[in-house]
């Protein structure tokens, strides 16, 4: 167990809807990474929060937003949703930006 | 082309056997990072390496910076050892992972 979580575990939507992926870091842990996982692209960075601000981007499409509260917990959300959503979705924490990561158990979305 | 990629992208072995995966990269790197992904999906960081050799349990990862290149050791592999091996780099100034395709292992009894 790395000490992240992330809720929920599995998500079944359809095209256009919008959801809402959670993710608690470990105890300590000021940063907050998000990652997709697909079967065509792999592993893939999205976006990366540090203390309740944006710290970088990586590919990350306009339709998807994220954010860190001031209790650290993020949200990824994910909007106007396509077939080609379908993922598992990680979340992961470092104490700072250039430490050793640790990745919750991910969920599973599914757009049908 | 990849700026990270694994060799092999697939390897069977017999249990007590000594196993290699490569890793080489194309671009500068600030580390090198070796997860584990089991078939349920969840993802296991291994290690974290900016030079030289980390050891654990029977796990040993390499990396050379002159050359680009990292390898991961599994010394008296076993069943359990059987997942999907992920190398992944910080390029550069940057925090996120930049992710190989991943080495699939099976460990045969």
């Known amino acids: 167990d790395s000490g992240v979580t992330q809720t929920p575990k599995h998500l079944i939507t359809a095209t256009g809807q919008r959801v809402t992926l959670r993710c608690s870091p470990r105890s300590g842990d000021l940063s907050v990474y998000w990652y997709q996982q697909s079967l065509d692209q792999g592993l893939q960075f999205l976006i990366q929060?540090?203390?309740?601000?944006?710290?970088a981007k990586g590919n990350i499409l306009e339709r998807f937003s994220a954010q860190q509260f001031p209790d650290l917990h993020s949200e990824l959300n994910l909007s106007s949703l396509e077939l080609g959503d379908s993922a598992l979705y990680f979340c992961?924490?470092?104490?700072?930006?250039?430490?050793?990561?640790?990745f919750g158990p991910g969920t599973r979305l599914t757009v049908l | 082309k990849n700026e990270v990629e694994q060799s092999p992208q697939n390897l069977t072995a017999q249990e007590g056997e000594f196993i290699t995966i490569n890793c080489s990269y194309s671009?500068?790197?600030?580390?090198l990072h070796w997860l584990q992904q089991h078939p349920g999906g969840g993802i296991v960081s291994l290690f974290m390496?900016?030079?030289g050799k980390k050891k654990h349990g029977r796990l040993i990862a390499t990396i050379n910076i002159q050359e680009k290149h990292s390898s991961l050791h599994i010394t008296a592999s076993h069943p359990r050892d059987s997942a999907v091996y992920i190398c992944a780099v910080r390029i550069g100034g940057a925090d996120g992972l930049t992710f190989g395709k991943g080495t699939h292992l099976i460990i045969q009894p």
């Open positions: 929060y540090y203390n309740g601000e944006e710290r």
């Open positions: 671009v500068g790197i600030s580390a």
């Open positions: 992961a924490s470092s104490v700072g930006g250039r430490s050793e990561q640790f």
């Open positions: 390496l900016s030079s």
